[in-house]
């Protein structure tokens, strides 16, 4: 049996070590918001960074597989509102959720075209909390800003996050071993980072669109 599982790893070994293998960086905007069912029906679109490098392994003349390892600032705007003691309205200003990972985007993609090569990527994106924060304003008596206050939600939300992705990727040679690849992500949360710490009764999940362009380099051709 041991023999066997040898003889398995040691033909994996060698056949990927015989395809073409390229590393690259990337970098772009990354613009998110969440699903939620009870308290943030009027979120709106977050914009911020996201960027890192990748690895991929192309196995036939067609199919790849590619590891991605990226730092992605995700999360919300919210409108906060100000309610004086009888109940009314004096104020009315966004609040910001800053939401940090390291993500780690397992995928596999098809490669079309000769030239300029269209690539769509399906994969999982499993992620861990770095940074977690929330900037709410705070009001004078009349409903005016008059500061704003940051609040540490790292303790709260949960520390993993897991989901799933579609990309149209594009690559584009430049020389026999770099080429140019820009990439148009959507990500979507398929677990909740809220809990019995943070909005129990709600199930909220990010979602988002990213835009990045990057380049790689051919390390070994089959």
């Known amino acids: ?10 033909s994996i070994s060698i056949h990927t070590l015989g395809q073409e293998h390229l590393i690259g960086v990337q970098g772009g905007l990354n613009l998110t918001n969440i699903t939620d069912n009870a308290f943030f029906d009027n979120s709106n679109t977050k914009t911020g960074f996201i960027g890192g490098i990748n690895y991929t ?19 919300y705007i919210s409108k906060f509102i100000a309610i004086e003691e009888y109940g009314h309205q004096t104020g009315v200003e966004d609040s910001k959720f800053n939401h940090d990972y390291f993500s780690l985007p397992l995928k596999i993609g098809y490669e079309m075209g000769e030239k300029i090569k269209i690539i769509p990527w399906i994969g999982l994106v499993p992620s861990f909390l770095i940074k977690a924060e929330s900037i709410i ?16 939600a790292r303790y709260a939300i949960s520390k993993f996050d897991f989901g799933g992705l579609l990309e149209l990727g594009f690559e584009s040679r430049l020389t026999s071993n770099l080429f140019f690849c820009p990439a148009l992500t959507y990500r979507h949360s398929l677990s909740t980072f809220s809990n019995s710490n943070y909005f129990e009764d709600s199930k909220i999940r990010h979602y988002g669109l990213s835009i990045a362009v990057g380049m790689k380099y051919r390390l070994k051709t089959r």
Do not use: C, W
């Not at 049996?1 to 040691?10: A, D, E, G, I």
């Open 57 to 75: 392994i192309k196995i036939s003349d067609r199919y790849q597989i590619g590891v991605d390892a990226l730092y992605a600032q995700q999360g």
């Open 1 to 10: 049996m041991k023999k066997t599982l040898f003889l398995f790893l040691l």
């Open 137 to 152: 304003p705070r009001f004078d008596d009349s409903g005016n800003v008059i500061g704003h206050e940051t609040v540490n």
